[in-house]
């Protein structure tokens, strides 16, 4: 998905890239490998800090998603992997409108869930 995604941002003729809820910044280095201009933003400096000194060569900053220090319409692409979960379900409306917001007409938006209430782990995804 992430190669996916990356591929469709690039072919749009490419630009900023969000990674919205980046944690210790796993998805943001990946998304750079995948020739992205790419930063991530946490609300924990103890996360963002964290990435810094893992991901030296990348950008992190502390933000809120609900709040992001962005221009309207900076951004080419945002992601949100498995990061809007961590949000009171009364609050999902106003994020999905900020990433509205500072996604640039024709922008990309990949954001991901799980389903249920249990704990799972899965080793594979689609049989594979």
Known sequence: MLAAFAHVVRAGGGGLVAEVGTGPGRVAAHLHGLGLDVFGVDLSPEMVALARRTYP????????????????????????????????????????????????????????????????????????
């Open 57 to 128: 060569g990348l950008r992190f900053v502390e933000g809120q998603m609900a709040e992001l220090d962005l221009a309207d319409g900076a951004l080419a692409g945002l992601v949100a992997w498995y990061s809007v979960i961590h949000t009171p379900p009364e609050l999902v409306p106003t994020v999905l409108a900020e990433f509205h917001r500072v996604l640039a007409p024709g922008g990309h938006a990949l954001l991901a869930f799980q389903v249920g209430d249990e704990p799972l782990h899965l080793s594979e995804a689609f049989d594979r």
